[in-house]
């Protein structure tokens, strides 16, 4: 047996157990193993019955009575009771449902029971305890994440039993010199003791060596992405043409702007290939500095291509960038899915022969047929949406072009460079000027009335407005609940004035359709779950009331506001909430006091934690198993000894850091293409 033995080959897993396994990601010996606890249950200290802490989890050591008797309370309700005594006190033992655990328990025998006592001080009673043999087991117990079919015992089965054939499955990876330095526990101990604690501090070392070792296999994997693909390309881009794009444009660069642009021309005049992250808040004006690097790569003589996740955001481009260069000969068509034959034959066609110097599109730009006479620089506005394979997919069509990648979703800065480490990273962190800053209130829903008075008041003067209506309950679809909500607001209060409904069910077809009417401002008000387009551009609209405003994170919030304020105008966001604890007041607080993103990414990651950004796969990165983002300390070591260790020895050629590159591939296996 081996780390990439099938599951399947454990006793107790077939073909059924294999596939629930398969859902937590767990495929291999190595993936069971790997598979760490969430949390411990220290069964380790015993107390008496007398001592026993009220409502907080403990571990008690006592002798059954009498074999538990069964009482039927109602159908499929059987609660099995019992006492148990410490020979100093006694407890009540209640069993609901558990024929198997009431029926192991023999009169007589001793046991090891653990949950919550409840009860009063004269008769303490135990609700459904877990229940062990003391034999073996006064040891700190691992809890492991369970999903429906398979309870966090049988995981702790199966990893038992894999250690039974042997307890060295895994090559240590991280070279002994750096362990011996940053007194690192080996690998296969680590893991072990992750499993089957000996104490707790034991198993906050142990986790200290497995978080270092994510986080710095992580960093010098994307470290080596980053230096492969600082290669030189044959794109070359001579000249820099910015300064006479920007005699054309109606306005100055800001400060961030002039930064980006004057950093990818220079990195592209040297002929080293391109792969930038530009990241600014939504209306930093992302467009107009990928306006600034079309003009300079076309007038080198190179073509450029402009991606898009979805049509309405590619039509919203292809006019930006239509009215960018409306008095410069560049040529720019528009490819997406909606185009007919004939038309994209004839814009396929002027693409291949070169005539078609900027084609702004959808990922119908990757399809096959779509060929390139020069390829120089990719954009794709992403928005998180595009994983890395598609970037790849279009970049391919050229040789070895320029690229940039568009994000509206401020990352904080460490957290950037863990998630796009492979790329350079220009950040617009200053707005336009001129832009008039959104209020936000926050309100109960008493006064939900006024606020929509208050939109109504917007609406009559010819302005537009989103409400986010509010999360389902549970039981409730997605659907029924935007339908009900939106059917109300427009046979009621919103009677008279065009409503439209844009939810998470819809084909994409007909939310473009919706959006489509909304951007033509026929729709005048659109009421939407969390699913409104991000990034796009209807400057017209200046109000949105957001329900249920507790329910969402702050990130997510401001995403969603970002939606208003566009324009010249001047917008208000208004979130109701009747919440009233500390964290959702918390979370309205900074909403109303800062449209900053990159402030409200930081305060967001310091109240939930990395989860949601390293949760997702979105990004295409691989997933870390259990480091944090908190753990900056870590993350810095991390960062400084996989910068030696790519300058000491680039392809890990050394005898002690060969290990590397299994490391590395194993991580970004499947997730990530390498080079
Ligand atoms: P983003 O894509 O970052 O959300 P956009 O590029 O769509 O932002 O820009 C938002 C608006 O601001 C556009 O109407 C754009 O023309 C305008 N804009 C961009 N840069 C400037 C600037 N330096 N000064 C004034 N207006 C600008
Ligand atoms: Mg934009």
């Known amino acids: 047996m081996d780390i990439n033995t099938n599951i399947q080959y454990l006793k107790g897993v077939g073909e059924k157990r294999a596939k629930i396994l398969n859902k937590l990601d767990i495929f291999t010996v190595g993936d069971l193993l790997r598979f760490y606890p969430r949390s411990y249950m220290d069964w380790s200290k015993v107390t008496t019955i007398t001592a026993a802490p009220f409502d907080s989890n403990c571990c008690i050591r006592a002798v059954v009575n009498h074999k538990p008797k069964g009482a039927k309370v109602r159908k499929g309700m059987t609660i099995y009771k019992t006492v148990a005594t410490d020979g100093e006190a006694l407890i009540d033992i209640t069993i609901f449902n558990n024929k198997y655990a009431a029926e192991s328990l023999e009169a007589g025998e001793e046991y090891l029971f653990y ?63 750096l362990r011996d ?20 501090d034991m198993v906050a070392e142990a986790r200290r060596r497995l978080i270092f070792e994510e986080l710095f296999i992580f960093q010098l994997g994307l470290m080596k992405l980053k230096g492969n693909r600082k290669k030189s390309t044959p794109v070359c881009i001579e000249k820099d043409f910015t300064d006479e794009f920007l005699a054309s444009l109606p306005f100055t660069l800001t400060g961030a702007q002039s930064r980006a642009v004057g950093e990818s021309i220079g990195q592209m005049t040297k002929q080293f290939t391109m792969n930038r992250l530009l990241q600014g808040d939504v209306g930093s004006g992302k467009t107009a500095v990928a306006a600034a690097l079309i003009y300079t790569v076309v007038k080198n003589g190179y073509q450029c291509a402009f991606m898009a996740p979805t049509e309405i955001l590619a039509q919203q481009h292809y006019k930006t960038c239509l009215n960018f260069f409306k008095n410069t000969d560049i040529n ?9 034959a004939a038309k994209k034959r004839e814009i396929k066609a002027n693409l291949k022969s070169g005539e078609t110097q900027l084609i702004v599109g959808t990922h119908a730009l990757i399809q096959d047929d779509v060929e390139f006479d020069n390829l120089g620089l990719v954009i794709t506005d992403e928005q998180h949406r595009f994983g890395v394979k598609h970037r790849g997919a279009l970049s391919s069509k050229g040789n070895r072009p320029h690229t940039l990648v568009m994000s509206a979703t401020p990352i904080p800065r460490t957290l950037a460079l863990m998630l796009y480490g492979d790329l350079d990273v220009s950040i617009l962190d200053e707005l336009p000027p001129g832009r008039q800053p959104i209020e936000t209130y926050a309100i109960d829903t008493q006064k939900r009335h006024r606020a929509f008075n208050y939109v109504k008041k917007h609406l009559d003067e010819g302005r537009q407005g989103y409400i986010v209506c509010p999360l389902v309950e549970e039981g409730e ?57 991000v990034g796009v551009d209807v400057p ?36 109701i909430t009747d919440a009233q604890n500390d964290a959702a007041k918390k979370r309205m607080k900074i909403m109303t006091s800062t449209t900053d993103g990159f402030k409200i990414a ?5 109240m939930r934690g990395p989860g949601d950004f390293f949760g997702s796969r979105q990004h295409g990165l691989p997933e870390m198993k259990i480091a944090m983002l908190t753990d900056t300390a870590l993350l810095n070591e991390a960062n400084r000894f996989a910068r030696e260790i790519i300058i000491d020895d680039p392809d890990f050629i050394k005898e002690e850091n060969k290990n590397l590159r299994e490391g590395i591939a194993h991580l970004f296996s499947g997730k990530y293409v390498m080079n």
Do not use: W
């Open 602 to 606: 930081d305060e967001d990651l310091k």
């Open 540 to 575: 017209n609209s200046v109000i949105m009331v957001i329900e249920n405003a507790e329910r969402f994170g702050l990130s997510q919030l401001h995403q969603l506001r970002g939606r208003i304020g566009r324009g010249q105008h001047k917008s208000t966001c208004i979130l």
């Open 115 to 177: 949950g919550k006592v409840g009860g009063n001080f004269r008769r303490r009673e135990m609700t459904s305890p877990l229940i062990a043999p003391v034999e073996n087991g006064l040891r700190i117990r691992p809890v492991y994440h369970q999903s429906a079919g398979i309870n966090s015992k049988a995981i702790e089965k199966l990893v038992s039993q894999a250690y039974e054939v042997r307890k060295d499955y895994f090559v240590d990876c991280i070279p002994q010199p």
């Open 332 to 340: 720019v068509s528009l490819l997406t899915g909606s185009v007919t």
């Open 181 to 200: 330095k940053l007194c690192l526990m080996e690998v296969n101990r680590a893991i072990y003791e992750l499993h089957f604690p000996t104490s707790e």
């Open 477 to 533: 679809t997605d659907l029924a609940a935007a339908q009900e909500y939106s059917e109300n607001i427009s046979r009621g209060f919103f009677s008279g004035y065009t409503v439209g409904l844009l939810h998470g069910k819809m084909k994409p077809k007909e939310k473009e359709e919706v959006m489509a009417r909304f951007v033509s401002g026929e729709i005048k008000l659109l009421v939407s779950t969390t699913v409104i387009e």
